[in-house]
């Protein structure tokens, strides 16, 4: 059975218009919101009980007690990691074409990370983004380090003053001068990480805001962003997927290339120049180095 979250987006759940209306409210404060009263819920969604407790049925609950203890039993996906994993997806390793099965799972996550996906939410974003006033930090777990690298790559194509925070030895010195003026953009998924929730720390001290790009769970470090962009991470296989964290990089990157036309020629321009003086080879420099002394 899809777990909770991935039940509430199916194409076969036909819902009301005051129906998905909870249903947005819920995705948009996973799990948190529906962990809540009755009432809570009623009240963020603008609707009425009897309306909650409908969709609940529509679910396949009794009602919204139940409703929550399958919501608990989904939180503990959190804080799970691939050697637990490993002993359940076992099971599944002798089923069909695993190739195809696991592309058929990245596409699923795909149309969920389409679902979860607010535009209020990318238009704030690249709006801070193309602000070339603003300093821009990136910074990525174990895991998820090549995302912000990949991140803030496209980034200096796009606008200056971008950095990447890759070094832990380094930390101290790069982030010194991080201000109220400066955005950081951290990727941060389960099972999470000190040194993650310490750079958010320090960052929102000095008066930055935070960009929080993490899962559907219920991240350590979403009391402190300011902009939250989740993407499911659950896969068939025992380690976690980032594909639909990479297409939101590649999406964002696309609306913003969008928003920063005027000067993006130019600076792309300017980009080549630089890179054919350094990729210039040496024999071709030094002809005479082919002639033996």
């Given amino acids: 059975m899809p777990q909770l979250k991935q039940r509430l987006t199916l194409p076969e759940l036909v819902l009301t218009k005051?129906?998905?209306k909870v249903v947005r409210a819920l995705l948009d404060d996973w799990p948190l919101l529906g962990l809540s009263a009755l009432a809570k819920l009623a009240?963020?969604?603008?609707?009425?009980?009897?309306?909650?407790?409908?969709?609940i049925k529509k679910l396949g609950f009794a009602g919204y007690g139940e409703f929550q203890q399958a919501l608990l039993a989904d939180i503990d996906e959190r804080l799970r990691s691939p050697s637990t994993l490993l002993v359940q997806r076992r099971s599944q390793f002798e089923q069909g074409n695993l190739w195809q099965g696991y592309l058929e799972n990245c596409i699923q996550n795909l149309?969920?990370?389409q679902e979860l996906s607010q535009s209020g939410a990318?238009?704030?974003?690249?709006?801070?983004?193309?602000d070339e006033r603003v300093r821009l930090f990136c910074f990525g777990g174990r895991f998820s380090r090549f995302l912000a690298a990949y991140l803030c790559l496209h980034l200096c194509h796009l606008r200056a003053h971008c950095q990447l925070l890759d070094d832990s030895q380094q930390l101290p010195e790069q982030m010194v001068d991080i201000s109220a003026k400066d955005v950081l953009l951290l990727f941060d998924y389960r099972r999470y990480q000190r040194e993650a929730q310490s750079v958010a720390e320090q960052a929102k001290a000095r008066g930055a805001r935070l960009v929080l790009l993490t899962d559907i769970y219920r991240s350590p470090l979403r009391d402190l962003a300011d902009l939250i962009i989740s993407a499911p991470v659950e896969s068939v296989s025992p380690f976690d997927s980032l594909v639909p964290a990479l297409a939101q990089i590649e999406a964002l990157i696309y609306q913003l290339s969008s928003r920063m036309e005027k000067n993006l020629q130019q600076r792309l321009a300017a980009i080549d120049q630089l890179r054919s003086v350094f990729t210039q080879p040496l024999l071709k420099e030094h002809p005479d180095a082919l002639i033996p002394a």
């Fill in 18 to 20: 005051a129906e998905h």
């Fill in 122 to 130: 990318t238009e704030k974003l690249c709006t801070w983004l193309a």
């Fill in 111 to 113: 149309r969920q990370t």
């Fill in 43 to 55: 009240e963020r969604a603008g609707v009425s009980d009897p309306t909650i407790l409908r969709l």
